[in-house]
Nanobody, 121 residues
Framework: QVQLVESGGGLVQAGGSLRLSCAAS????????MGWYRQAPGKQRELVAA???????NYADSVKGRFAISRANAKNTVYLQMNSLKPEDTAVYYC???????????????WGQGTQVTVSS
């Protein structure tokens, strides 16, 4: 079994910062990429930031220059440092990992349970 557990969400004022963490655990053979998505009420889930195993990053235009994704490979953990937060960043943030579990070796996407980020104006 593979689990992704997120932490670090909360309530912050506009202009503030938060750091999200996501730890992948279980029978993992390898991780191709990890990333963060978010979903605001009434909107579709969207990519926020992603990081591949070879270090390539991808950011949504709306967060470039404000958010930074990083990973502690040894811990199978990915972080999202969010600075200069805006009310429009309010959403449930979900961790995603594309990985191969030891049970199947098939590249599969896994999701965390989500963590709420609320930015007040």
């Amino acid at each position: 079994q593979v689990q992704l557990v997120e932490s670090g969400g909360g309530l912050v004022q506009a202009g503030g910062s938060l750091r999200l963490s996501c730890a992948a655990s279980g029978s993992i053979f390898s991780i191709n990429a990890m990333g963060w998505y978010r979903q605001a009420p009434g909107k579709q889930r969207e990519l926020v930031a992603a990081l591949t195993s070879d270090g390539r990053t991808n950011y949504a235009d709306s967060v470039k220059g404000r958010f930074a994704i990083s990973r502690a490979n040894a811990k199978n953990t990915v972080y999202l440092q969010m600075n200069s937060l805006k009310p429009e960043d309010t959403a449930v943030y979900y961790c995603n990992a594309d990985l191969r579990a030891t049970a199947t070796f098939k590249l599969t996407g896994f999701w965390g349970q989500g963590t709420q980020v609320t930015v007040s104006s």
